[in-house]
């Protein structure tokens, strides 16, 4: 292969690679979502609406580690919030995050049984 053929394959897989702001957002997702307790309230948050106490209940986390994770996973976009008298209710923030909670784990599922992935 010539130094020429390299350049123009490097040029066009260059291209094709996302701008920088999508990635930089992407690697913020999967960073928030690297932590144990932040992965377990995103498969929470999945299902729809629960308030810091439920979440707290359910993971066994403390209420004020639970309040910073979800402010971190607001701040990343990962989650959204709604007042509902003085409770504040939070969800995952879309189709996308849940589908890439339930796809994290999938995989994480066919990792530990050995069973091949989907084609």
């Known amino acids: 292969m010539y130094a020429r053929d390299n350049d123009a394959t490097a040029s066009h897989e260059q291209q094709a690679l996302p701008d920088a702001a999508r990635i930089?957002?992407?690697?913020?997702?999967?960073?928030?979502?690297?932590?144990?307790t932040r992965l377990r309230l995103m498969w929470l948050l999945r299902e729809g609406e629960h308030d810091v106490s439920s979440l707290a209940a359910a993971t066994g986390a403390a209420r004020p580690a639970v309040s910073q994770?979800?402010?971190k996973l607001l701040l990343a976009g990962l989650v959204r919030t709604r007042?509902?008298?003085r409770r504040a209710l939070y969800t995952a923030s879309g189709g996308h995050v849940r589908?890439?909670?339930?796809?994290?784990?999938?995989?994480?599922?066919?990792h530990?049984?050995?069973?091949?992935?989907h084609a």
């Not at 530990?112 to 992935?117: A, C, F, I, K, M």
């Open 24 to 36: 930089d957002a992407a690697v913020t997702a999967l960073r928030m979502l690297a932590d144990g």
């Open 69 to 71: 994770h979800l402010a």
């Open 83 to 85: 007042r509902d008298g």
């Open 99 to 110: 589908r890439l909670v339930i796809e994290v784990l999938s995989a994480a599922d066919h």
């Open 112 to 117: 530990l049984s050995g069973e091949p992935d």
